[in-house]
């Protein structure tokens, strides 16, 4: 493979299982390591984080590509229509290129990654600006879903960094 997209879902349904299976854990890690592009939005973000807190308060362990952790609230963190506008080129584009998407997740940071942060995240009316999205080497992890439908240049610079990596 020249690329992994980890999309949204539900991690904190399934950590004994994903935190069990320490093979596919290393060899994400190793792919991440090796400056493969790997996009991972919401639950796939989760994933990548050093470890998942569920409700009761267990850690588990995850892949560990950022140094971070997520502990499960029992309600919306976050929700609504986003607008991502790149500070950093990554693998979905270069500064400036802006996204639309949505934000939707029931965990909240309880250690943030130290990695640069990606984009500045602006609600549907581009206003409440915070930072967000991050990256370590070629792999981008967000809480935020983008549409690429949105800025078809970012499927295009997604694709372009998996051939490049391929070569």
């Not at 989760?46 to 009761?56: F, P, S, T």
């Not at 560990?64 to 609504?80: E, N, P, R, Y």
Request: net charge negative.
């Amino acid at each position: 493979i020249q690329a992994l997209y980890l999309p949204g879902g539900y991690p904190e349904l399934h950590t004994q299982a994903l935190s069990e299976n320490r093979s596919m854990l290393a060899n994400i890690k190793l792919l991440a390591d090796s400056d493969m592009p790997i996009w991972a939005e919401c639950g796939g973000f989760m994933y990548l984080m050093k470890e998942i807190i569920d409700q009761l308060g267990e850690p588990w362990p995850m892949v560990g590509v950022f140094d971070a952790a997520c502990k499960m609230t029992g309600q919306i963190a976050h929700l609504g229509y986003r607008t991502a506008t790149l500070q950093l080129p990554c693998p979905l584009g270069m500064k400036g290129m802006k996204i639309r998407g949505h934000e939707f997740h029931y965990s909240t940071l309880v250690k943030e990654p130290e990695n640069s942060q990606v984009y500045e995240l602006t609600d549907r009316n581009d206003a409440n600006p915070r930072p967000e999205g991050y990256l370590y080497k070629n792999t981008l992890g967000s809480y935020a879903h983008l549409h690429l439908g949105s800025n078809p240049k970012a499927a295009a610079a997604f694709v372009g960094s998996a051939l490049k990596f391929g070569v």
